[in-house]
């Protein structure tokens, strides 16, 4: 590979791709080529276990742009992406999943927008392609909440994406370990333009994402966003003290003309309750703790084991 800096880096992280990485470069190096000058494909192999690996040197020995990059293990995709965003080196650079779902026949359209002074393009769903109900509620139910939260919209948001030199070298400078690279990128402003597109069904395989990844995913985005759930907490102690106050009168008076002897029921039901706040209240400062701690201990967001350039 030349040391020139290449018109457009594409990033791809990749997780039990090997089936059709082959398929999916050949589209979109026919799409780059007639349209840039010069490019490079990063791919990155976020620890598959399957032959991943192997199928990107055998696409480097095909095309002398792709530059390969392999995880020590599975970091997850946010971590896969920030290395090959770390290591790509185009004017623009052009992020998009392995499995053909983020269609290459929009980069056209992407650059055009780029070229005529976009910042940021970014592709955004229209439809989401066949997904169950199951999914389609959640993503739902979590965009709706982070939303409101942190006033950040991301309905139809994806990680397909164009942005300039400029951008990447901001969001370069984002030292957090929790990453969450669509509202990361939101956060970061400049001159955004949206782009609609239909997710395409996956190219083959399956999705690398199980329900406890995603979970985890939607925790690091809300925390690492908005420390609104700490603050609902205050208000919710403030509700429950403003009922005490009558509750407490009431006591004491029934104390005073000796019928105290009533009112286990009450009791019950107050510990309860009040027991079952306390503990999730905690558990919701020990989530903060804990994002802290990592984020304190400042360890590497992904090791590489091999690259070939
Ligand atoms: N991916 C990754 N690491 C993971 C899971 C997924 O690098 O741990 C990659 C995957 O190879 C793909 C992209 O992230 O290029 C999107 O994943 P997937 O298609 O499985 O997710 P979905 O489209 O179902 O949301
Ligand atoms: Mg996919």
């Known amino acids: 590979m030349t040391e020139t800096q290449p018109v457009l880096s594409v990033v791809i992280p990749l997780y039990r791709e090997s089936m059709h990485l082959s398929v999916t470069i050949e589209e979109i190096i026919g799409v780059l080529k007639s349209l840039v000058e010069s490019f490079e494909i990063v791919l990155v192999d976020d620890g598959s276990p399957d032959d991943t690996w192997g199928a990107i040197l055998e696409q480097k020995k095909r095309f002398d742009q792709i530059q390969g990059i392999r995880l020590s293990r599975n970091f997850g995709k946010e971590a896969a992406l920030a290395a090959g965003l770390e290591y790509a080196r185009g004017s623009a650079i052009l992020v998009m999943d392995g499995d053909l779902q983020h269609p290459p026949a929009l980069i056209p359209d992407m650059l055009k927008l780029w070229r005529s002074g976009a910042d940021v393009v970014e592709a955004v769903k229209r439809s989401r ?48 370990r929790n ?130 350039k």
């Open 129 to 176: 392609g066949k997904e169950n109900f199951i999914s389609r509620l959640r993503s739902q139910m979590f965009y709706g909440l982070f939303t409101r939260l942190t006033g950040v919209d991301l309905h139809g948001a994806s990680d397909f994406k164009l942005m300039d030199r400029r951008v990447l070298n901001a969001w370069l400078r984002l030292y957090e």
């Open 179 to 308: 990453l969450f690279f669509r509202g990361m990128n939101a956060w970061l402003g400049f001159r955004r333009v949206q782009i609609p597109f239909d997710v395409a069904e996956r190219a083959g395989g399956q999705t690398g994402w199980s329900s406890i990844k995603l979970l985890k995913l939607a925790m690091t985005a809300v925390t690492s966003f908005s420390s609104a759930p700490l603050y609902l907490m205050i208000l919710v102690a403030v509700v429950f003290a403003a009922l005490a106050l009558p509750l407490g009168l009431q006591t004491l008076f029934l104390k005073i003309r000796g019928h105290a002897v009533d009112g286990f029921t009450t009791v019950i039901l107050l510990i309860l309750i009040l027991g079952s706040m306390v503990m999730f209240g905690i558990g919701l400062v020990g989530v903060y703790v804990a994002r802290i701690y990592e984020e304190v201990k400042g360890r590497p967001r992904y090791v590489i084991a091999e690259q070939v």
